[in-house]
């Protein structure tokens, strides 16, 4: 999207966990399948996911370092105290939609528990 060319500040930390791929199978058919196809299936796909995510961290990683090298644009850092105030709003907007149904709030709850074992949240 070449924002680099006008945009000149690279905001740290990440603001948003981006997922790399998105895999649907049918439930009844996977359950269909032979146990040892099952867990195959599973296997390759966990491989799969790790994999992907690993290419999409070091493609971020060469497009920082090329933004910064080619374009100038220089990595800032958010104060601890103004990344508290933003997931403290975050966990508000996020209350909301837990709120609206069973299905949201246990989205909501994996969330906050992913978030908790890699400490942004307590």
């Not at 006008?6 to 399948?33: C, E, H, R, W």
């Not at 971020?60 to 100038?72: F, I, P, R, V």
């Not at 996020?94 to 709120?99: L, M």
Request: charged residues 30%; contains cysteine; hydrophobic residues 45%.
């Amino acid at each position: 999207m070449k924002l680099c060319e006008v945009a000149k500040y690279y905001i740290q930390p990440n603001l948003a966990m981006s997922g790399t791929d998105v895999i649907i199978i049918n439930k009844d058919a996977f359950n269909a399948l032979p146990k040892d196809l099952q867990v195959l299936l599973d296997l390759a796909l966990k491989e799969r996911v790790w994999k992907r995510s690993h290419e999409y961290i070091m493609g971020e990683m060469n497009a920082l370092d090329t933004m910064k090298k080619k374009y100038g644009v220089k990595v800032v850092t958010l104060p601890p105290e103004d990344q508290k105030k933003m997931m403290k709003a975050a966990m508000k907007e996020w209350d909301k939609v837990a709120a609206k149904d069973e299905l949201a709030a246990k989205g909501i709850s994996m969330l906050k528990d992913y978030l908790k074992k890699l400490g942004y949240i307590d």
